[in-house]
């Protein structure tokens, strides 16, 4: 064999070899601007029924019971879980890693004729099962061209039909689903040069002057309706110039959006993160003044592609055996890969924790079930068995990351301890009974909080 032909065949190996091994990120820092940006100090009051204070020296036990921080994952995918005996399982591991849920609100999947709209039963059970769990709710997306009903993709019908029937169903969204707590606007709304020029949602944003004053379209509407929504713009390429537009159109025109969305689906090498690159990346959406959200997040457990060209090779792949009713074909999760998978998951969410703009982390697909893309990129497995990553991301959120500690109360019933911000339950024991109360630790609260503490049944 020449060497003009062995030579990219070692780069290859190589390359493939390196990248199967996740190199540890240095996180230089990362640490410290986690304990000054994810932390406080509380200064609290216990209070006993009788309107008296805890006496000195009281032994305290205080529990975080949930993150102020949004830890989110996907509801939006995973089609096939409902059906499935281990769904109950499943919400249990969803839950004990997750407060934030993104709920799927795709045009095309819930509405099959003209006017109609008919959510699916297991899109609504999904939605209530979360919220009944005090979950944030994001709805996806309130707008997005790549499902959408065909009268909407059509090349033919007037914009001014369009604009009628896409108003008409932002405003029926944020109208009919009020327990929403925020919505992507118009997802990946750049990508929209990647569709035909005649494609009907296409020449609507065209119609409005691109991408920024589309927004800025949407935007009127849903204020309108929920005056205290947050509401998102939200892109798949972190580097697009025409994202960084969009966003710089809307601050500059007074457009009232609340977070930025950076998604970072690694599917193949050129779009894997490395910690430079994601760091760099946070550094130039801060800028904006913005929250930033990383909005879906996939961390592949198999062997990944070198580059767009043969993922793209792969989807056209997909997509003939989807035509042509064949089983669609899906890479295998490796013990290899999976730890690499879990690896990377550690430094990802450790460096984007400890950016101060980071508000959400949100992981996509949740198990393996008929994987998007037919890649293996979830926490759990296809049987929803977890995967070494949720293990990792259990020791993060719920151990690493959380506050368990006891303290001992001082004079006048005060009490002093730092942890991480959200919610606490404190339980103290007291004259043979348990007693216990509940509060908030908030960014910027420096006055002492009065925790009127209550007396716990005896379950025995």
């Known amino acids: 064999m020449s060497k003009s032909v062995l030579l990219p065949l070692v780069m290859v190996f190589c390359l493939n070899l390196v990248f199967a091994e996740h190199l540890p990120w240095g996180l230089d820092g990362a640490q410290d601007r986690i304990e000054a940006i994810r932390k406080g100090d509380s200064q609290l009051r216990l209070v006993l029924p009788d309107g008296q204070t805890i006496p000195k020296e009281s032994v305290c ?34 839950a004990n890693l997750f407060n934030y849920a993104t709920i799927d609100f795709y045009w095309a999947v819930h509405s099959n004729q003209q006017g109609e709209w008919n959510y699916r039963a297991d899109s ?17 997306p309130l707008m997005w061209h790549e499902v959408v009903p065909e009268w909407i993709a059509s090349p033919e019908r007037p914009v001014k039909d369009l604009d009628q029937d896409i108003m008409a169903h932002i405003r029926m969204l944020t109208e009919d689903f009020p327990e929403i707590d925020e919505w992507d606007l118009y997802n990946e709304t750049p990508g929209i040069r990647l569709k035909a020029p005649d494609m009907g949602a296409r020449r609507w944003v065209e119609s409005q002057g691109g991408p920024g004053p589309a927004t800025e379209v949407i935007v009127d509407v849903v204020r309108g309706i929920q005056p205290d929504g947050r509401f998102i713009v939200n892109h798949f390429a972190e580097n697009d110039p025409e994202f960084h537009e969009q966003i710089e159109y809307c601050l500059s025109n007074g457009v009232s959006f609340d977070a930025i969305g950076i998604q970072t689906h690694m599917h193949h090498q050129g779009d894997t993160f490395s910690e430079k690159r994601l760091w760099n990346a946070l550094e130039r959406f801060s800028k904006y003044g913005k929250p930033i959200q990383l909005s879906e997040i996939s961390i592949l457990s198999c062997e990944t592609f070198p580059g767009w060209p043969t993922l793209s090779l792969w989807e056209k792949e997909i997509a003939a055996s989807k035509k042509s009713g064949k089983p669609t074909p899906c890479k295998p999760s490796t013990p290899k890969w999976e730890r690499y998978q879990a690896d990377l998951a550690h430094d990802f969410y450790t460096l984007a924790f400890s950016h101060p703009a980071v508000e959400s982390i949100i992981w996509w697909t949740i198990t393996d079930l008929k994987p998007w893309r037919g890649m293996p990129a979830g926490l759990l497995d296809a049987e929803g068995q977890a995967k070494p990553a949720y293990h990792v991301l259990d020791q993060l959120i719920n151990h690493q990351w959380n506050t368990q500690i006891e303290a001992t109360s001082m004079q006048d019933g005060r009490l002093q301890f730092r942890g991480f911000y959200g919610s606490y339950t404190i339980t103290v024991q007291h004259e043979g009974e348990t007693l216990t109360g509940e509060f908030d630790l908030r960014r910027g609260s420096l006055d002492v909080q009065n925790i009127v503490l209550r007396v716990t049944p005896d379950r025995g």
């Open 61 to 94: 036990s205080l529990s975080q019971t949930r993150h102020a921080f949004n830890f989110g994952g996907s509801l939006a995918a995973d089609w096939e879980v409902p059906n499935r005996d281990w769904y109950p399982e499943f919400k249990d591991r969803f």
């Open 124 to 140: 609504r059970e999904k939605l209530d099962w979360a919220n009944e769990q005090g979950m944030r709710l994001r709805g996806h």
